[in-house]
């Protein structure tokens, strides 16, 4: 797929291999959810790269918000969240070769007609169909999300990357004073967001009063009367 021209798109109707972040499986039942991948070769410099993650999120929950549900939200990065149950979840993935442009693949996955899931995810899932009353047309809802996808890719190419922040910032609740946990691979962060850097890093207010910038962790809401974890 690298190789293929900018905006090449592949759909599959069921994953048996369905991945997220940090290698974890991503439920992919036949008919039920929205797989696709998108290649983009952005000319962005590379310290800008980050936000493609931020904006794919963007683009998922404004094709959400067409069906009126409630309770949408955006956790840091990409996260899309109806009434604090995960929605749909976004990879992204990239290689370069010379001084040509970055190759981007930007997986998504949507739960669009789930009823059902598994006992481990514990109540932490949901789908579009839940959520909305009613079945979802896949290709309905896929076109709906090209078209809001190509939308805007062009207007950061030609309005600056920064609309995707402010655009993320405006959507999320975990973008300004959200008490949080950030598990990092050797540490623990407890505190209260902040907001994000210009490249989409998210900025953590933590307990002992420094300002962190998270590049790359598992962020969990935290409720304010939990006590820190050991």
Not at 210 to 227: D, F, K, P, Q
């Amino acid at each position: 797929m690298v190789d293929a021209p900018e905006f090449t798109c592949v759909i599959a109707d069921e994953q048996t291999a369905g991945r997220g972040r940090r290698r974890r499986t991503w439920l992919s039942p036949p008919g039920d959810g929205l797989y696709l991948s998108i290649l983009l070769r952005p000319a962005w410099p590379s310290r800008k790269i980050p936000l493609l993650s931020l904006m794919a999120s963007i683009v998922v929950a404004e094709t959400v918000a067409r069906y009126g549900i409630a309770g949408l939200d955006i956790k840091w990065p990409n996260d899309v969240l109806a009434n604090e149950r995960k929605l749909s979840g976004i990879l992204v993935e990239g290689a370069s070769v010379g001084t040509e442009a970055p190759r981007i693949v930007i997986g998504i996955g949507v739960n669009l007609n789930h009823r059902g899931f598994p006992p481990e995810l514990g109540g932490e899932a949901t789908s579009l169909a839940v959520e909305c009353g009613r079945p979802v047309e896949p290709a309905e809802f896929r076109d709906q999300l090209l078209v809001i996808f190509a939308e805007w890719y062009e207007a950061a190419r030609r309005q600056g990357e920064q609309l995707i922040v402010r655009r993320w910032q405006e959507l999320s609740s975990y973008a300004c004073g959200k008490p949080v946990t950030v598990t990092l691979d050797d540490e623990q962060i407890i505190g209260e967001t902040a907001g994000l850097t210009d490249t989409g890093a998210l900025l953590v207010r933590a307990r002992e009063g420094e300002l962190r910038t998270i590049l790359a962790g598992e962020v969990s809401r935290l409720r304010r009367s939990a006590e820190p974890e050991h």
